[in-house]
């Protein structure tokens, strides 16, 4: 695929959500693109997710008579993170996720309204399931562009831009450079790459090689070092999802049973236990050491469910006790000791919970009655929690409205843009709500994809 003139107009590195976008909406324009991806086949982590997408103001929220529109999902989208966010990224992020969400209806994805939801911790549905998940998302897209002027190259790392004449003019590869008008980097986040989680992702680092990442294993971080090695500067620090877990298994569990009780290594609970997902993480690293343990009594292990959480069952349950990944003591003090807790304040709180149980009403952290179950029934069983599981990363190119990929001095790199977990700057301490990185790699990608084109001379 090499060659001395241009050989495509846009070249799109990296086809998942964004790439993909990018692609499609570059064609629309006229152009003909190139998107190379390393995997054996297109959709990345897009097509491996849970296929949730983050936006106001959608047919499928009229449908439900929910009255919404970009204007409130900014200003919850920033409030939430106390304004620490490119501001002009996560403004056109708001106001085009909703015009997103319709492409993608009219490309034939179904987001059901029946599985809208408030999702994050927003008070508004603005969780958009794509019925068949994140797989139905990449599908629509990757057949979009079927039949235009795309040619797909797969199994191809790309690791270097090719610059010439003071612009990113395309890609080197094994064969020699390919030129092109433009750049897209969609090459996802870094998730898979232990030595930039220590440099750009420390909370997660901190977990050592108990961490593990769930997305594409081509999520390495390529993209944001070329970038990086074209001048680009870097968005947000220390940002992605983490997802609490015990790690009996590698699986992905978003939420632990409601009826855990979590305390803290001082013995105290600390939260509701069935919070949001999108901000656990966040405010257990508040905690001593960054941990907690998981308490509950040989009543509730005899009698065990819980919603999409296979694990924990009486008969698994039994076989992490036995495993020893689940500690277990005959009584309270006992096991205080035996997983390093201040035995005299696990009593109190234990206490005051089952009190609260018994009342039917959780008067310190206001969890719901249907999960409250005392602790009383010996033996007693603590297990470590902690934030092991990366889901995405969220540090990345630094990018302006345009998508366009910035310097240190905040000047364009001409030719070169980027979408989706590439880019950072869109997220904060807290996970403004499931869905918008989906959304940020879509959105951002239809718009990367219309201005390379137009950048390449569409
Ligand atoms: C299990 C799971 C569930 C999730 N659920 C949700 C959800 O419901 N909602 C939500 O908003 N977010 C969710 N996420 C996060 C979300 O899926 C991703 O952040 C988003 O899809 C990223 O899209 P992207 O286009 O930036 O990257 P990707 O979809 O990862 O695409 C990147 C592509 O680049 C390719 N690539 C990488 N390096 C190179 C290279 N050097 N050369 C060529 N190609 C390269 C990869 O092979 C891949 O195909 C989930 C993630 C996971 C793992």
């Known amino acids: 695929m ?57 047919s499928v929220q009229r449908m439900l008579g929910i009255e919404d529109n970009p204007a409130d999902q900014y200003r919850y989208y920033m409030n939430v993170n106390q304004h620490k966010l490119e501001a002009s990224v996560v403004h056109r992020l708001c106001h085009d996720s909703g015009p997103t969400l319709e492409w ?80 897209v980097i969609s090459t996802g986040g870094f998730g898979n790459n232990r030595r930039m989680l220590a440099e750009l992702y420390p909370d997660a680092a901190r977990q050592g090689d108990a961490a593990w990442y769930i997305g594409s294993k081509h999520s390495k971080g390529d993209g944001l070092n070329m970038g990086r090695a074209v001048g680009a500067d870097i968005a947000g620090y220390n940002r992605g999802l983490l997802l609490l877990t015990t790690g009996f298994v590698q699986e992905l569990e978003s939420h632990l049973p409601g009826w855990l009780v979590y305390v803290n290594r001082e013995g105290r609970r600390f939260v509701d236990e069935y919070t949001e997902y999108s901000v656990l993480a966040e405010v257990l690293r508040e905690q001593l050491a960054g941990e907690c343990f998981a308490i509950f009594d040989e009543a509730t292990r005899a009698t065990a469910k819980a919603p999409n959480c296979p694990n924990w069952t009486p008969d698994r349950l039994d076989h992490f006790i036995k495993s020893k990944q689940i500690n277990s003591a005959p009584t309270l003090a006992e096991l205080a000791d035996l997983v390093g807790v201040r035995a005299e304040t696990l009593a109190t709180t234990i206490e005051n919970y089952n009190a609260d149980c018994d009342a039917g009403q959780d008067t310190w952290f206001f969890k719901e009655k249907k999960w409250l179950q005392a602790v009383r ?29 910035l310097n240190k001095a905040d000047r364009h790199i001409a030719g070169l843009f980027a979408a989706g977990e590439a880019t950072g700057g869109m997220f904060g301490e807290c996970y403004a709500a499931g869905g918008a990185s989906i959304g940020n790699a879509v959105t951002y990608g239809r718009v990367a994809g219309r201005n390379a084109a137009r950048f390449a001379g569409h």
């Open 2 to 58: 090499a060659g001395s003139e241009r050989d495509f107009d846009v070249i799109v590195v990296g086809g998942g959500g964004g790439g993909l976008a990018a692609a499609t909406v570059a064609a629309a324009e006229g152009a003909r693109v190139l998107v190379v991806d390393a995997d054996k086949k297109l959709g990345g982590s897009t097509s491996l997710s849970t296929g949730v997408f983050y936006a106001a103001g959608t």
């Open 104 to 183: 993608l209806l009219s490309l034939g994805v179904e987001f059901k309204p029946g599985d809208l939801y408030c999702s994050g911790v927003d008070g508004i549905p603005r969780g958009h399931m794509a019925a068949g998940h994140g797989a139905s998302i990449a599908a629509a897209l990757e057949g979009s562009f079927t039949g235009k002027t795309v040619d797909v190259v797969l199994n191809t790392r790309v690791q270097e831009l090719l610059v010439e004449g003071g612009r990113v003019a395309g890609i080197q590869t094994a064969d020699g450079p390919v030129r092109a008008g433009a750049v």
């Open 377 to 405: 029934k010996p033996p007693f069983f603590a297990a470590p929690i902690r934030p092991q599981v990366v889901c995405w990363t969220g540090t990345g190119l630094r990018i302006d409205r345009e998508a366009r990929v």
